[in-house]
């Protein structure tokens, strides 16, 4: 089992629908979580982190389930300049050590 | 100034050859990473180094050699090329090692270099 899974999509949405998403990881024991954005042939770059209770970040809003263990990004009043691909990251601990892992990521795609 | 600056931005080469990836970051962290996207976009962690020591050896063939002369710099050199190792190189920094729990989890990425091995 991959340690951390995303459904690829691609979602395919409106200029202001709304979009979510979620993201599994294997490792009980992980501690921090984020999601990332990349866009097309470029380098992600942190979008937001992930925090127990749920946090919000102007139309984004992340939530994290730790008994499911999974995590989610929503997307509210999409704009075309979300059209990205949003990576999930946790952050897992090891025997002594952490390591972030990364999730293959899921396209979202705004249409005019 | 870019925070994290790689070089080259695009390699073509054949089977067989050696080449470098040059990094640089000047955002003053102690910590920097190669990581590889492959085809499906997964990015997987290489290595990483701490001030110039590397704390993170992930099983990636020995013909990939990083190397740090400063915490500033970490170099990747690959051997005898194969057709398997095209794929987008990004090298990455951030500020703590390795990311410990509650850390904002920001690693700031250089723009990557898209390796072609024909």
């Known amino acids: 089992r991959k340690e951390v899974e995303q459904d690829p999509g691609p979602f395919n949405v409106p200029e202001g629908a709304t979009v979510a998403f979620n993201c599994t990881y294997s490792?009980?024991?992980?501690?921090?979580f984020f999601w990332y954005r990349q866009d097309c042939r470029k380098e992600p770059k942190l979008l937001m982190s992930?925090?127990?209770s749920g946090n919000e970040d102007g139309r984004f809003t992340a939530q994290l389930n730790r008994a499911s263990q999974y995590i989610s990004l929503l997307i509210r009043d999409s704009k075309l300049s979300d059209s990205a691909t949003y990576l999930c990251?946790?952050?897992?601990?090891?025997?002594?050590?952490?390591?972030?892992?990364f999730g293959a990521g899921t396209t979202v795609t705004v249409r005019a | 100034d870019t925070a994290v600056s790689q070089t080259p931005k695009y390699l073509v080469t054949q089977m067989g050859n050696d080449k470098s990836i040059k990094c640089e970051q000047n955002?003053?962290?102690?910590?920097m990473y190669w990581y590889k996207q492959d085809s499906k976009k997964f990015l997987k962690i290489m290595f990483s180094?701490?001030?110039?020591?590397?704390?993170i050896n992930e099983t990636v063939p020995n013909r990939f050699s990083p190397k740090s002369p400063d915490k500033a710099h970490l170099n990747l050199h690959i051997n005898s090329l194969e057709l398997g190792d095209s794929a987008v190189y990004f090298c990455?920094?951030?500020?703590?090692?390795?990311?410990?729990?509650?850390?904002?989890?920001?690693?700031?990425f250089g723009e990557g270099s898209r390796l072609t091995v024909l």
């Open positions: 490792n009980s024991a992980s501690q921090s």
């Open positions: 990455a920094s951030s500020q703590v090692p390795p990311l410990a729990p509650r850390d904002t989890g920001e690693l700031f």
């Open positions: 990251v946790v952050n897992m601990e090891l025997t002594n050590d952490y390591k972030l892992s």
């Open positions: 180094y701490n001030n110039k020591e590397l704390i």
């Open positions: 992930v925090y127990s």
């Open positions: 955002l003053g962290h102690d910590t």
